[in-house]
């Protein structure tokens, strides 16, 4: 069972940036998409970003298109999130995820937690 672990969150001010990694104990497949879900307080998991490991091929929530930005590094097995301008409704807790299909992850990391104050 391949494990992934998050990492990259913490307190930012809003406006501001930072960059969640995940990495990945075994490397996916061509056919895999990895990407990240996020939880708010009180709410359901919900879509962020996902990246297709064969071709790259990415896909965004609307609520963050244009300001976060995903990608991979292949030989290190990992997925960023990079995130700019960031708001206070992007508080939550972040989750990475392994799936077949964009936005249907079947594996889960532990999440870390991002807080947008000021």
């Known amino acids: 069972q391949v494990q992934l672990a998050e990492s990259g969150g913490r307190v930012v001010q809003p406006g501001g940036s930072l960059r969640l990694s995940c990495v990945a104990s075994a490397r996916p497949y061509s056919s895999h998409v990895l990407g990240w879900c996020r939880q708010k307080p009180g709410k359901e998991r919900e879509f962020v970003s996902s990246?297709?490991?064969?071709?790259?091929?990415?896909y965004y929530a609307d609520s963050v298109k244009g300001r976060f930005t995903i990608s991979k590094e292949s030989l290190k097995n990992t997925v960023y999130l990079q995130m700019d301008r960031v708001t206070p409704e992007d508080t939550a807790v972040y989750f990475c995820?392994?799936?077949?299909?964009?936005?249907?992850?079947?594996?889960w990391g532990q999440g870390t937690q991002v807080t947008v104050q000021g």
């Open positions: 990246i297709r490991w064969g071709g790259g091929r990415t």
């Open positions: 995820g392994r799936g077949s299909s964009p936005q249907e992850f079947r594996v």
